[in-house]
């Protein structure tokens, strides 16, 4: 079975400060795909940052960088000099396949300005 | 369309009462999506498409949830005899191709309150 565990409910950071979100998964295929997605209040799930299994080289956007642990089944997300706009809820997800992108049970971030 | 709509936004309904659910996904995106979220819970699979394939309906929860995509385009799911468990924010979600290392582009969802 593919699972998708967040272990952290709720998260809160200062403003300009750091934080990581941390994400384990379980899964059998050796190539996937990894995702954080973001939801703000409007409910409209945004995608955050993709990391390829094969791909040993952590993924970077700007301000969200992710520490991708193959062997552990470990993706925990870094947020850098957060803002008040980065708080929402942020579900990690898996997929090895195109029928389905299995979610994590999400991680509430509340920035304290 | 710019992003993917679904409609209605919010929804309340009476126990023993059928729903409709209606996604228009971005135009051009062959595969399209549906998620539920419970409160405080992650995103529950319900039902894939993908172009003309037969859809992938593995996560529906019951015989009451069926749900149809015409013209490979808009899609609609339906809950027959809603109960109250299935009060959820039910979000659509759509993709270029289907492929695994696509992102989806989620619709705001519509959230279903069953009385």
């Known amino acids: 079975a593919q699972t998708v565990t967040q272990s952290q409910p709720e998260m809160s950071v200062q403003e300009a400060e750091t934080v990581t979100l941390s994400c384990t998964y379980d899964t059998s295929e050796s190539d996937y795909y990894l995702f954080w997605y973001k939801q703000p209040p409007s409910r409209q799930m945004i995608l955050v940052i993709r990391q390829e299994a094969y791909k040993q080289q952590n993924a970077t956007e700007n301000r969200f960088s992710v520490n991708f642990q193959k062997a552990a089944k470990s993706f925990s997300l870094k947020i850098s000099d957060s803002q008040l706009g980065d708080a929402a809820m942020y579900f990690c997800a898996h997929k090895t396949g195109a029928n389905n992108l299995f979610f994590g049970t999400g991680t509430r971030l509340t920035v304290i300005p | 369309g710019a992003g993917v709509s679904q409609s209605p936004s919010n929804k309340v309904t009476e126990k023993g009462k059928d729903v409709e659910l209606r996604c228009d996904p971005i135009s051009g995106h062959t595969a399209l999506y549906w998620y539920r979220q419970s409160l405080g819970q992650g995103l529950e699979f319900l039902i894939y498409?993908?172009?003309?394939?037969?859809?992938?309906k593995s996560g529906l929860p019951s015989d009451r949830f069926s749900a149809e995509r015409t013209g490979g385009s808009v899609s609609t799911l339906t809950i027959q005899r809603t109960q109250q468990e299935d009060s959820a924010v039910y979000l659509c979600?759509?993709?270029?191709?289907?492929?695994?290392?696509?992102?989806?582009?989620f619709g705001s969802g519509t959230q279903l309150s069953v009385l």
């Open positions: 979600a759509s993709s270029l191709s289907g492929l695994a290392s696509e992102k989806l582009f």
């Open positions: 498409f993908q172009g003309n394939s037969a859809p992938d």
